[in-house]
């Protein structure tokens, strides 16, 4: 009776599709070795952020501290600039989120392929400029001395600002270039969702006499939907990770009191001052907002939509 219970029927068809399938888990053998060795092996070190750690002791030789750097960081006041930044950068790109899949939509309404293909090349071609050379260009342009800005402006006679010196200007340089560098590359998946749809329905559409734009707003946008709430979801989940590279060679004296977001604040604190178990703390305080971010909103697509990740 117990050979024939459920649980074990499933453990024997396991085995047999491995049996089976064996040379495609071999396949799949190095690919979830280095998972396992450069993923979840070194999350074994997150413990520094509940102890006082030392490099003399080790990670297992050193005291544990409990939550105190937690507190320290709740309580210091680099909190609520950090998190405030962190939090405007993210709502603010996450607010151009639907704008690769309007330039899908209109990538795709395109009729002469020629100029669609130039098209889509010009808009991809930012995305494989790096984020130094953007940075750099950023700062030639942007400038309102020598820069293509500052030209403008004295043009009109008008005083051109200092946009990448501004705190208060600095979350919409940074979303917008993003934005601009982003767009066409992010619009591929919209793109390739777009292909996929089943030429039949237009067929349809026109037999009933719908035009160009019922036909986007009833067939093309609904065929999105699902790779639109994915790709939101994984978005939402990383709310809270603001990219530490462009930010921080953005920075200056000027506008650090706009652009001082937590990953960079990790990076000062841990490397360039040596508080290890201090930006551990940090940053695994944001992994877990980002984590439990995720969840939710899974949890809520999968509730009132048939889209989740899980």
């Known amino acids: 009776m117990l050979s024939s219970s459920p649980e074990i029927v499933r453990w024997r068809r396991a085995a047999g599709s491995i049996a089976r399938n064996w040379g495609l888990y071999l396949l799949l053998l190095p690919a979830v070795t280095l998972l396992l060795c450069f993923t979840y092996k070194p999350m074994y070190g997150v413990i520094i952020a509940f102890k006082d750690y030392s490099p003399a002791f080790g990670i297992?030789?050193?005291?544990?501290?409990?939550?105190?750097?937690?507190?320290k960081y709740f309580a210091s006041y680099q909190f609520e600039i950090t998190m405030k930044n962190t939090l405007l950068i993210s709502l603010y790109s996450f607010a151009t989120f639907p704008i690769p899949i309007a330039f899908a939509l209109l990538v795709n309404q395109m009729r002469v392929e020629r100029f669609r293909r130039f098209f889509q090349t010009v808009t991809y071609m930012p995305h494989f400029i790096s984020t130094v050379v953007l940075v750099?260009?950023?700062?030639?342009?942007?400038?309102?001395?020598?820069g293509l800005v500052g030209h403008v402006y004295r043009l009109f006679g008008a005083e051109a600002p200092n946009l990448m010196g501004s705190s208060a200007l600095f979350s919409s340089v940074y979303v917008w270039s993003d934005v601009w560098q982003q767009t066409g590359w992010n619009s591929i998946i919209f793109l390739a969702a777009l292909s996929a749809i089943d030429p039949s329905l237009y067929e349809a559409a026109k037999v009933d006499g719908a035009s160009r734009w019922q036909n986007v707003w009833n067939i093309d946008v609904p065929m999105l939907m699902p790779t639109a709430v994915t790709l939101l979801i994984l978005r939402i989940g990383g709310l809270l990770g603001v990219g530490f590279e462009k930010v921080y060679l953005m920075q200056n004296n000027l506008n650090i009191s706009g652009s001082e977001v937590i990953s960079t604040y990790v990076y000062k604190i841990g490397l360039l001052s040596a508080q290890y178990s201090f930006s551990a703390a940090i940053n695994l305080f944001n992994t877990v907002i980002n984590f439990v971010l995720l969840l939710l909103v899974n949890h809520i697509a999968r509730r009132y939509s048939d889209n989740s990740l899980w």
């Open 136 to 146: 750099g260009l950023m700062l030639i342009l942007l400038s309102p001395g020598n």
């Open 60 to 71: 297992s030789g050193s005291p544990w501290a409990g939550f105190k750097y937690f507190e």
